[in-house]
């Protein structure tokens, strides 16, 4: 098991989105590899995701290329150290550290700081 | 060569050029493909008069509409949209009947007269029928067009016995047809021995042991003296010169062929002594604006070919000549190799051993009907040869014909264990051994394809030189030499998975059942490449690993769920929702109906929950139903009722089976032979769930009729009188491939264990996302290695295949029944994790003709990149 697993039972994941700090769930609830959906004070989404090494990502959820809330249910890899998830609808992939489509450059989705308290 | 400048009016082709080709067959076709490959076609007008009603199409494989249900579309040589990419005129149905040298014109039949600068006559030979009294009767035929082979299938309806006159190359692909249309067959064939062109008297006795083994007649040494017929005037019979009586309803003539050159000797040009038109080396014929190329001409080594692969040479040759390019046709080898009735038979080089001072090796064993014979010069340069029986060694052989082998002549024929079997690489060929006879490519054209053309697979390799798209016997030796040549020039030839796996799909599939991994962490930090490990792997990589880890779960010990720990982060989404997901982020709903057939209650709950939960609802081509727009906290709601009811998952998210169709078959259906019903919900039961490189698709049909279109699928299963034929490789979808037939007449048992097989070396051995029609296709060796190794063991590997099979059908259990009953599985299905009870506000819907659809969205990216 990894290092963050003790820690990580009992802690919080938050997330800051246009209106401060929120909770979003417990940390152990994340499976490394795959995201969940955040739902946001304003009613827009973010996608949340771990990866193996204990590392915690938040983006926009809205894939831009389609509409749909969607990034969170997509498959996450690595490519030169740098974390990303393709869209599970048309497969392309965003950086998940900053949001930028690395597929086509005139998309990106936005970025939230997450911490775990 | 030297060309010959001053009567060289019809070349180089220059705009104002009209070339009219004469004769759109099999020789016809590839000179059209020489010209189009020069780049003539831009420059030149060129028309086509077609005598058939159809374009050019495959004659040598005539016979494979009767024993492999291939139909005309399958035979057709001409590429989709050929013609209209290249320009050229075809006149399909209108034969040329006059040539004007004069006037340089030739006039068709419809009246259409069409001026030419350079004229082409393809016009090849028709079937010889000896001048026996009754010839004409009705029930004689003759065998060398579809036409031909429609008219003898009707016949053939009413008919029982058959008897061929001829017992050469042709003569056998006559009795196959004939035996392939259920006829009782017999051969009559006036020489001491069959094929008496291509084999010896040894090899004529192992072919014709083989030949009778198949329940077909042979009689040798003695002809035909009349056809007799009955009182209706229709065929009753053969006297034969030994003033014995053959019974036979229908007759077909194949007693050799002769060149047409009817058209040529109407405007006086020469023809040889026993016809063919004469050219010259570079195929003109003594007027120099007219060619002949094919089975019409006569060559300049005086010899009329009867064979394609001179043909196609003669036709490179006079579109070089065309082009203004060098080239020459001296003369062919004969070498062939055939299938014929199944026995594979072979002759190459000096096979008679004509040569003074030739000896002769041979191996004969008349248990097994294997006959070997290798032609060698007292120097041991090996001369040629005869093969029948087993022709493995053909591909190697042929092109060592003219040199000294590297081994022992006797070691070549022996089979293995008995001091033979050494298995010669290619790398023992000299580079101008011709590997692919039907296309002439040598070695040396085919490791120019990898080094110069940087051609990096052998489909690459077939479509720049052409190699191994004829007969196909060389497919063998150019995979292993395609290979080499990769290999020697350090062409790094990435086989691997994606940017974290070095190993193919199938050699992970080795890994993880030899080493008996359980997990794609392990997978990817042991096994994966250096720079991958410890990392996230890819998109690519998990769902692949994760499909061999649910295939091999109950052999390995990974947990047969695909939502089980680990392996929940590696699916696609589809399968980690057991649903598909739609446009909008809303999901599908496909219940497995076995075979499709359902009962009235069960089609209620499906319009039930459709109907409590708004879905759109549409019967899909697979024979179901599809309930779209679920929402993902819907689907555990909504599958409780379906698992209720009776459902179970239908896997229209995996790379599974989807779907066996059936059609109502003998139960209902005044055809129906067989209840393809039944066989077709036994089918989908046993292989549901199993995890495959791509989506697997069946279908079962009562009878030839084939309203399941089992054609169309990965493996398709029709039923005959006596049980069932298998066919495999079938796929609708972009590239629709017909389906090949791999056994017939099986029992309900024999056609179950074939498939087990035939799936699991699948699931072995292909790529990742590879449909079966695309992977046989690939393998080396086509079909016939995929029939040996799953109907005649060749790997040793059928106990194994068939353990992992029973193991999967064992193991398996419904994976939404599971999850419905599995509180921590259910907790995946929200839409928001902080909020699990609030839909997704993006999931919205509109209405159309009383069903709802996904709300448009109209995406622009620029405006999101600058939100
Ligand atoms: C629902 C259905 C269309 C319909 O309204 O009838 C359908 C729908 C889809 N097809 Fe299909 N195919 C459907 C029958 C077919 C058929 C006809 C058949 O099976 O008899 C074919 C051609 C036959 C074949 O596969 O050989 C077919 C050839 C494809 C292909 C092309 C496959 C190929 O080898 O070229 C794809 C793309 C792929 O798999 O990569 C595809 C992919 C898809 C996907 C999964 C696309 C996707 O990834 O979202 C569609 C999603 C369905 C969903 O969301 O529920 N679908 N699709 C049919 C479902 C049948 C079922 O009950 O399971
Ligand atoms: C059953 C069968 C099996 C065979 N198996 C083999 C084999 O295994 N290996 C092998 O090498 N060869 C085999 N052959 C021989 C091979 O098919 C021929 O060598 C090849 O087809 C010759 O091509 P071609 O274009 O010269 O003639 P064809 O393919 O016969 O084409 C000539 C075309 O010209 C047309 N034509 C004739 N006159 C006119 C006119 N005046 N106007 C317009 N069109 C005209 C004809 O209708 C025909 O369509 C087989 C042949 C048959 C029938
Ligand atoms: S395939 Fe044959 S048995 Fe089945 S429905 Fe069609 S005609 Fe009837
Ligand atoms: S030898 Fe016939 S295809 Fe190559």
């Not at chain 2, 549409?618 to 379906?642: M, S």
Request: a negative charge; proline letters at 5%; glycine letters at 12%.
């Amino acid at each position: 098991m990894t290092i963050i697993e003790s820690p990580a039972t009992t802690a919080t994941v938050e997330l800051r989105s246009a209106t401060g700090w929120i909770p979003v769930c417990p940390a152990a609830d994340l499976e490394p590899g795959r995201g969940v959906a955040v739902l946001l004070p304003d009613g827009g989404q973010a996608a949340l995701f771990r990866d193996r090494g204990g590392a915690l990502y938040a983006i926009g959820n809205v894939d831009p290329f389609t509409g749909a809330g969607v990034l969170c249910h997509g498959l996450t890899g690595s490519a030169g150290g740098r974390a990303y998830v393709a869209s599970p609808l048309l497969k392309q992939r965003f950086d998940l550290a900053d949001g930028r489509c690395l597929d086509d450059d005139r998309a990106a989705v936005p970025v939230y700081p997450v911490r775990v308290v | 060569m030297a060309a010959s400048p001053a009567e060289n009016s019809a070349s180089p082709a220059s705009p104002a050029q009209t070339i009219v080709l004469v004769g759109h067959g099999m020789v016809g076709q590839r000179f059209l493909e020489a010209l189009a490959d020069r780049g003539v076609t831009g420059r030149a007008r060129v028309v086509v008069l077609c005598e058939e009603p159809r374009p050019a199409y495959d004659r040598v494989h005539l016979t494979s509409y009767f024993t492999e249900g291939a139909t005309p579309e399958d035979l057709s040589m001409v590429e989709d949209g050929f013609m209209a990419e290249h320009g050229i005129e075809l006149h399909v149905g209108d034969p040329a009947v006059a040539v004007d040298r004069e006037a340089r014109t030739v006039t068709a039949r419809s009246g259409l007269t069409v001026g030419y600068d350079t004229l082409v006559l393809a016009t090849g030979s028709y079937p010889f029928v000896p001048p026996v009294p009754g010839k004409d009767a009705q029930g004689c035929f003759v065998y060398r067009t579809i036409e031909d082979l429609l008219a003898i299938e009707e016949y053939a309806g009413h008919s029982r016995t058959g008897a061929v006159v001829g017992g050469g190359l042709l003569g056998l692909e006559a009795a196959g047809a004939l035996k392939g249309l259920g006829l009782d067959t017999h051969v009559v064939e006036f020489a001491p021995r069959l094929m008496p062109v291509q084999v010896d008297d040894g090899g004529g006795d192992a072919l014709r042991r083989k030949i009778e083994g198949l329940g077909v007649t042979v009689h040798t040494g003695v002809g035909t003296r009349e056809i007799v017929t009955g009182d209706d005037g229709r065929v009753a019979g053969m006297a034969l010169s030994d003033d014995s009586r053959l019974a036979a309803d229908l007759v077909v003539f194949s007693a050799g062929v002769r060149p047409r050159d009817e058209l040529a000797r109407a405007c006086g040009l020469p023809v040889g002594e026993r016809g063919g038109i004469v050219v010259d080396e570079t195929c003109r014929t003594a007027d120099p604006a007219v060619f002949a190329i094919g089975e019409c001409a006569q060559a300049v080594d005086g010899r009329v070919y009867g064979l394609v692969a001179p043909g196609n040479e003669m036709a490179e040759t006079a579109a070089r000549t065309i082009a203004g390019d060098a080239g020459a046709f001296t003369g062919a080898d004969l070498s062939t190799k055939l299938k014929l009735l199944g026995v594979d038979v072979a002759s190459f080089g000096d096979a008679h051993g004509a040569a003074d001072g030739s000896l002769d090796v041979v191996y004969s064993d008349s248990r097994s009907g294997v006959y070997r014979k290798l032609v060698v010069a007292a120097d041991g340069t090996l001369l040629g040869g005869i093969l029948v029986g087993d022709c493995e060694s053909y591909g190697m052989l042929r092109p060592l014909t003219g040199t000294v082998p590297p081994v022992a002549p006797e070691h070549l024929v022996l089979p293995a264990g008995a001091g033979g079997g050494v298995s010669l690489g290619p790398a023992s060929l000299p580079d101008d051994a011709v590997i692919c006879s039907c296309h002439n490519v040598s070695k040396g054209a085919i490791r120019a394809a990898v080094t110069e053309h940087s051609c990096t697979s052998v489909p690459e390799v077939k479509k720049c030189t052409k190699a191994g798209t004829g007969c196909g016997s060389c497919v063998k030796v150019l995979g292993q030499l395609v290979d080499a040549e990769l290999e020697a020039n350090g062409v790094a030839v990435d086989k691997g998975l994606c940017g974290c796996f070095g190993q193919t799909r199938a050699e992970l599939y080795e890994i993880v059942l030899t080493l008996r991994i359980a997990s794609y962490r392990e997978l990817l930090d042991r096994h994966g490449r250096e720079s991958a490990r410890g990392g996230e792997g890819c998109e690519i990589c998990k769902p692949a690993v994760a499909s061999i880890l649910a295939s091999l779960a109950p052999v390995v010990g990974a947990s047969g769920h695909v939502l089980d720990g680990e392996q929940a982060a590696l699916q696609d989404t589809n399968d980690h929702f057991l649903a598909n997901m739609q446009r909008n982020g809303s999901y599908s709903i496909v219940p497995r109906v076995p075979g499709g057939e359902i009962t009235p209650e069960k089609l209620i709950v499906l319009g039930e929950v459709a109907r409590d939960f708004g879905l759109y609802t549409k019967i899909t081509g697979g024979q179901r139903i599809d309930l779209f727009g679920a929402r993902v906290e819907q689907l555990p709601l909504i599958w409780t009722r379906l698992v209720d009811a009776g459902f179970e998952s239908g896997h229209a998210y995996g790379k599974a089976l989807r779907t066996v169709k059936s059609c109502v078959g003998s139960t209902w259906c005044r055809y129906g032979v067989q209840d393809s019903v039944r066989m077709a919900i036994d089918l989908e039961l046993r292989y549901r769930g199993l995890r495959s490189p791509h989506k697997l698709k069946s279908a079962v049909s009562g009878c030839a009729r084939e309203c399941a279109e089992a054609q169309s699928k990965d493996f398709g299963v029709i039923a005959t009188a006596n049980g069932w034929n298998l066919y495999v490789g079938g796929n609708g979808g972009a590239t629709p491939r017909h389906a090949d037939l791999l056994a017939k007449d099986l029992s309900d048992a024999e056609l179950v264990r074939l498939i087990d097989r035939f799936l699991m070396y699948y699931i072995r051995t292909a790529d990742r996302l590879e449909r079966t029609s695309v992977w046989l296709e690939r393998i080396p060796g086509g079909l016939d290695h995929v029939r040996d190794v799953v109907v005649h063991d060749s790997l040793g590997i059928c106990a194994e295949l068939e353990e992992l099979m029973a193991a999967h059908v064992a193991g398996y259990r419904d994976e939404w029944a599971q999850t419905i009953n599995d509180p921590e599985r259910l907790r995946r299905f929200v839409s928001f994790v902080n909020a699990p009870d609030t839909p997704d506000p993006t999931v919205r819907f509109v209405e159309e003709r009383d069903q709802i659809k996904p709300e448009p969205v109209f995406v622009s990216l620029t405006e999101t990149v600058n939100a």
